[in-house]
Structure formats: C-alpha cells, structure tokens
C-alpha cells in the first residue's frame, strides 16, 4: 500500500508543480496600424477604375502572457485597432439630385468622377497568440477577432463633364465626404452642407446620399490571421512588428454601392459580390511587466 501512496501522492502534485511553473505577466502595446483593404476593384471591360492604397491609422490596449517555460508561451491581447484603407476611383460614374426631403429617388446625373475616400474602422481587437523565445527576439503566431465599434470616412469627389439624363450639359460640381456608416441617413436628407455657389447641389454628403439603403456598409465582426515578431529592449521593454491577414469579408455587399455607371441601367446599382478584406501591418512599442 505503501507504494501505491506515494504514486497516488505524485499523480496530484503533478498538476500543481506544472501550475507553479506557469508565469502570468501583463503590459501594454501602441503604435501604428498601416491599413488596406485586399479587394476586387470596379471595371469597366478591361480598365480598372478603383484603387485601393494604405493608410494609417493606431492601435493601443492592454497584453497578458501566459509562459509555459522560459522560451514558450501564450498571449493574449484587448486592443483598441484602426483598420480600412484609402479607396480611389476614377472613371465614369453617376450621383443625385434631389428636390427636397420629399424626394426618394433623385433624379441621376452622369459625369467622370475622380474621388478619394479614406476609410477609419475602430475595432476592439482580441488577438491570441502562441510565442516562441530565441533570445532578446520573440516570434509568434495565432488567430484575432474583431469587433467594430465605430465606422467612418472622409474624402472628396469630383465630377466633370456632367449632363443631365436627357444629354444636356451642367457644369462641374465638387463635394467632401463626411461618412458615418452607422448612423447616417440616405437622399437628400444625407445632406450635411448644401454647395454654396450652386444652390440645390451638395456640398458635404453623408455616407448614403447616393443610396436608398443605409444599414451599415461594414460587417460587425472580423475575424483573422496574426504572424509577428518583438524584440525586447530589456527584460520589459520591446518592439513589435505583426502582419494581420483578414479571412471575413469586411462589407456587406448587399450595400456596396457600384460607382461604375453601366449604360442602360437605370437604378442602382451594388457591387454584391465583391469581396473586401482587412490587412494590417502593425509596429508598435510595449511593456511586459
């Protein structure tokens, strides 16, 4: 029996030594979100007309790590993150009129747009990650998931060689964009500054002047991909660098505007099917305690 004790004794200490060997540790991290979105662009026939381009944005939260021993470990993130991208379109495209907030369906004006939109998606972030320790340097990999707490845009637009549906010709018009993609309203109402020198003509639109649906263009939920690397200063001190690959469509194509104009069609028209998904390069500055 004696025997037995003492392997009945080992079996429940085995748990508690690997617990006292486990070391929980906390911080923090910041720095810079470098943002695009990876995503099929308008056409028409063979010339692409959308552009996407990086931009920046932030990121800054709290980090917890779990290390198993002294070279591997977990960790886990709240962050709050910036994602989106500047979007840039050039090519034939149409927008509205309206007479007044009576006005639901506008009356739809052709012109060549030339139009620059920079999109700022704030997620609370949840990354997890597995870690590995060669020396000063940390290497790691995992999942995150994402959750959009607010959704705006800002840009400008151009139309030149503007006419009416009946062939006749107005002049140029310019507006600015000031987007919230979740509380924003559609028509004329979407109207934020009429344009001071053409009366009836916008000045600053909403995100869904052009639009007869305003249910918000970005998807709630993100989910992805993290790879990454951190070199520590010191024992807490470092500086990270991650890559973060979007696996989830980012806009709910059912709302997706189409810019292009397709001769013949007279209602409005959304790019359903297209695909937008976030990257993210992140470089950031952080403190394990």
């Not at 996407?52 to 993150?81: I, P």
């Not at 959009?148 to 018009?173: F, H, K, Q, W």
């Not at 939920?221 to 979007?246: E, P, T």
């Amino acid at each position: 029996m004696y025997p037995l004790r003492i392997l009945f004794i080992f079996l429940l200490s085995v748990p508690l030594l690997s617990l006292r060997a486990q070391t929980f540790s906390g911080g923090f991290r910041a720095g810079l979100n470098f943002i695009s979105f990876d995503a099929d662009q308008e056409m028409d026939g063979d010339m692409t007309l959308e552009e996407f381009k990086r931009t920046t944005g932030f990121h800054v939260g709290a980090t917890f790590a779990l290390a198993f021993t002294d070279l591997v470990g977990v960790k886990a993130d709240l962050m709050y993150s910036q994602k989106g991208g500047e979007v840039r379109y050039e090519g034939p495209s149409s927008f509205y009129l309206y007479n007044d907030g009576t006005d639901v369906e506008g009356l739809r004006v052709f012109g060549d747009l030339d139009s620059e939109r920079d999109v700022l998606n704030s997620y609370i972030d949840i990354p997890v990650v597995a870690y590995y320790r060669l020396g000063p340097v940390e290497l790691e990999g995992g999942v995150s998931a994402g959750f959009l707490v607010n959704s705006r845009a800002s840009g400008s637009a151009s139309y030149t060689n503007v006419v009416l549906p009946d062939g006749r010709s107005i002049a140029d018009v310019s507006f600015n964009y000031d987007y919230n993609y979740f509380s924003d309203v559609t028509g004329f109402d979407a109207i934020v500054e009429p344009n001071e020198d053409r009366q009836g003509y916008p000045g600053v639109i909403d995100a869904y002047y052009n639009s007869d649906d305003n249910r918000p263009l970005y998807r709630r939920l993100d989910f992805g991909l993290i790879g990454g690397a951190s070199v520590f200063l010191n024992n807490g001190l470092y500086l990270g660098l991650r890559y973060q690959y979007g696996l989830t469509d980012a806009t709910r194509g059912e709302n997706d505007l189409r810019l292009t104009r397709t001769e013949g069609v007279s209602e409005r028209e959304y790019n359903t099917d297209d695909k937008d998904y976030n990257r993210v390069i992140q470089t950031s500055i952080g403190f394990r305690f």
